[in-house]
């Protein structure tokens, strides 16, 4: 078989492009080079497609490989982009120009890995695509170069070779080619909190691992690693169960670190062991900051988390919704639990980076029964940061919530009233005008947000679901592989960013990737604003945001497009370099002259 015998479509993409696998890609702008970072990565696509009953085309497929070109320094990764079912891709008022598509079917999202000589069997009809990443060395000097793709015919395999895939004289069908400046400045961490929220029990019952123990422990650290890999900088630890997304009157599956017992003398015993294995871990992940558990229910703060509780007759459940906010016994607990606790966390990363939350998502009418559970805890949090999910300004005003994570679409009335670094939280509410993850959504909407973020000077990012993979209110476990919208109910995407592996290992998604961009944007600004100015920065991340008809500060640019993104970074990283490169002039300078 030979190119010409094949009619075989190929089609370069950048990162932020989503394949469809009935519509024709957008192309890369070879005028835009890819921007990669030393010691971080970006990535480019490579679209396949064999027309349906095309003249030459085999009715089983055309079987290739590929075989990746790169400068010294950067290394690549294949990965397979497949398609996962997205029955729910949107709900409520839209605007359906902010999506790909409003109707169910299969998208692309799941990144799946594969083999240096692996072969892709390109069926008749629709478009694959392969994602290749691309890692740059931690020492790279800054540099430009091309990443060239080869795809290789004849179903022969790739032997060793430079890059990933060799030659072994298989016919050449195609290549891609890109532009590739490698920028030789080691990124600052992310300064600002960024959570997206970690679920212990999905690990638990997908790979059917007993919460604690050893094999949980080994999955909870790979997620862990994952999560900090996009710049998460801290995670929701359960010292007991988060009582989030549980339908009233049931329970979650049990996952609490921190052990307590009742001798039944009115006084607590606790083995604080897992929570401090807990934050061994997430230290090795690079997680700098944690997160407890909300104190009380979700959606009104009514009544208590469930809390497992070892007694002379055994296990026992203590608490939970049939137990209200207030109910005396609860604070007897809390008093003696809290200050261990809290004693563990300052000892083990300081309780300047500890959250507390009260309750999920109170709304205006349940301000009564959110300060009365604020009353019960607030001095038992003292130097700790409290905050929680807001859309409604009055509970700030009122001095309930001081410390708000506002709904993207409701931050007008916060800013107006003075919120200085104020974080910012998107879910299945956030469907229309503002960044946010769904798998329906374009890459675009999701990588936005860095650059918002930081040019909003907001101090934190919140999400729900890291890894969530139950039905809406928990009322069983789903397999994300095929349900990706956590029973129907919300929208595809937006209750996980990575997908439970093989072996424990997580499995990144398209948007885990915009998210990490997103997230890698903002750290550009603050390497930016170190070297130019804040100003400077933010005029080079968000030149759209000058003149009167300047959106606002969380909004979607009209017409935003994957390369209007991609220029803005071009544009930014070389003034970077410039910088940094004037920055190092200036030192030889003055080494010069200090060595006269």
Known sequence: MTGAEVPLEIVGCDGLEKVLPDRAPRPLDASIPLIGYAGERTALQVALRVPDRAPGSPGFGVPVRLRVRAPEGVRARLRRVELVDVRTPCTGEIDPAEYLTTEPGLLPDLLRPMDD???????????????????????????????????????????????????????????????????????????????????????????????????????????????????????????WTPPLDTAEGATRMTVQLLGIADDGDGRYRFDTAPLERWIAVARRAGITHLELPHLFTQWGARATPAILVDTPEGRQRRF?????????????????????????????????????????????????????????????????????????????????????????????????????????????????????????????????????????????????????????????????????????????????????????????????????DAMRDHRVGQALAARLGRDRAVELLRPDQDGPAAPGPYALPPGLTADDLRRREVAAVRALVAAEEAAEEELAKEESTDGR
């Open 117 to 239: 000589d692996e072969e892709v069997l390109v069926v008749p009809g629709r478009r694959h695509a392969i994602w290749v990443g691309l890692e740059i060395d931690a020492d790279a000097p800054t540099a430009r170069g091309t990443v060239a793709v080869d795809v290789l015919g004849d179903g022969l395999g790739a032997g060793a070779g430079d890059g990933v895939g060799g030659d072994i004289g298989a016919p050449v069908l195609g290549t891609v080619e890109a532009p590739l400046e490698v920028i030789g400045v080691r990124l600052p961490a992310l300064s600002i909190v960024a959570t997206h929220w970690f679920h212990g029990d999905g690990i638990a019952w997908h790979y059917d691992a007993e919460p604690l123990s050893e094999r949980w422990w080994g999955i909870v650290e790979r997620f862990l690693g994952s999560l900090a890999g996009m710049s998460a900088t801290s995670v929701l630890t359960p010292v």
């Open 320 to 516: 939970g919704w049939d137990v209200p906010a207030i109910e005396p016994a609860y604070r007897a607990l809390l008093e003696q639990m809290l200050p261990v606790v809290l004693g563990v966390l300052e000892r083990e990363i300081g309780l300047d980076r500890v959250i507390a939350h009260v309750s999920d998502e109170p709304r205006a009418r349940d301000r009564e029964t959110y300060a009365a559970a604020r009353a019960v805890v607030a001095d038992l949090l003292y130097g700790v940061r409290v905050v929680d999910a807001l859309s409604s300004v009055d509970l700030y005003r009122e001095g309930l919530v001081p410390h708000p994570v506002v709904a993207a679409d409701h931050v007008g009335p916060f800013l107006a009233a003075g919120v200085e670094g104020m974080w910012v939280y998107h879910c299945v509410e956030q469907r229309r005008g503002v960044a946010n993850r769904f798998i329906a959504q374009p890459s675009t909407t999701t990588r936005v947000l860095g650059s918002q973020l930081f040019c909003a000077g907001a101090g934190g990012f919140l999400h729900w679901g890291f890894n969530f993979y139950n039905s809406a209110l928990s009322r069983r476990g789903v397999d994300p592989f095929v349900d990706t919208c956590a029973g129907g109910a919300f929208p595809g995407g937006d209750a996980f960013l990575v997908y439970p592996g093989p072996g424990g290992e997580p499995l990144p998604s398209l948007r885990y990737e915009a998210m990490a």
